[in-house]
């Protein structure tokens, strides 16, 4: 079955750790997208990316990294410079150049950092 | 910036009966998209329904529709025969371009549903 995988699904970290969550689709979609989900806030742009290699910035990006060396895999570092990390993360894949196309979303990943 | 406004933090209907989530937005576009995403507690974001801007008619699946007011900038969600697996909270999302003719979507806050039996 295609579809977009984050792991783990629960993610403990203590303050001034970095850490990594994976992102891996294989729907063959070109771009992929990070999110953020607050209580509240509705889901806030990371960090995007359209093609391998190549990644721009969103509305939230500082204290944030990633990379993009595979179609199917766009994983997210959490730095010990986000000052707020506590949250849900997501990710997404979609077409792109397309008339219409939608972002198909994985389960996500709640990181809770102390 | 183009913003999405769900000015319902939370909503409430009877199942079997009909509701409507609103949700305005700001743009200085003529032609975009619109989709509502409906994410229950499980937190899968899974996507209800989307409208063309250049599109006049409304967009339907089954029991889901929309009023799409383009010069209102209203794009609400209209849910019949409520059912209480459609107990979930409800984004509104608006597709915006950036510079190199990339995607980005907007969110609202959304609107929280409840369905009582």
């Known amino acids: ?114 | 910036a183009q913003t999405v406004t769900q000015s319902q933090p939370e909503m409430s209907v009877q199942e079997a009966e009909t509701v409507t989530l609103s949700c305005t937005y700001d743009t200085s576009e003529s032609d975009y998209y619109l989709f509502w995403y409906k994410q229950p507690p499980s937190r899968q974001m899974i996507l209800v329904i989307r409208q063309e801007a250049y599109k006049q008619q409304n967009a339907t699946e089954n029991r889901f529709s929309v009023n799409f007011q383009k010069a209102a900038k209203s794009f609400s969600l209209k849910i019949s025969d409520s059912q209480l697996g459609d107990a979930a909270m409800y984004f509104c999302a608006y597709r915006s371009e950036w510079e190199g003719g990339s995607e980005k979507l907007v969110f609202g806050k959304g609107t929280k549903l409840t369905v009582n039996p």
């Open chain 1, 1 to 114: 079955d295609g579809g977009i995988t984050q792991s783990p699904k629960y993610l403990f970290r203590k303050e001034g750790q970095n850490v990594t969550l994976s992102c891996e689709q294989n729907l063959n979609h070109d771009a992929m997208y990070w999110y953020r989900q607050d209580p509240g806030q509705g889901l806030r742009l990371i960090y995007y990316s359209q093609i391998v290699n190549d990644f721009q910035k969103g509305d939230i990006a500082e204290g944030y990294s990633v990379s993009r060396e595979k179609k199917e895999s766009f994983p997210l570092t959490v730095t010990s410079a986000q000052k707020n990390p506590t949250a849900f993360y997501l990710c997404a894949s979609s077409n792109a150049g397309g008339a219409i196309y939608e972002q198909y979303f994985g389960p996500g990943t709640r990181l809770t950092v102390t």
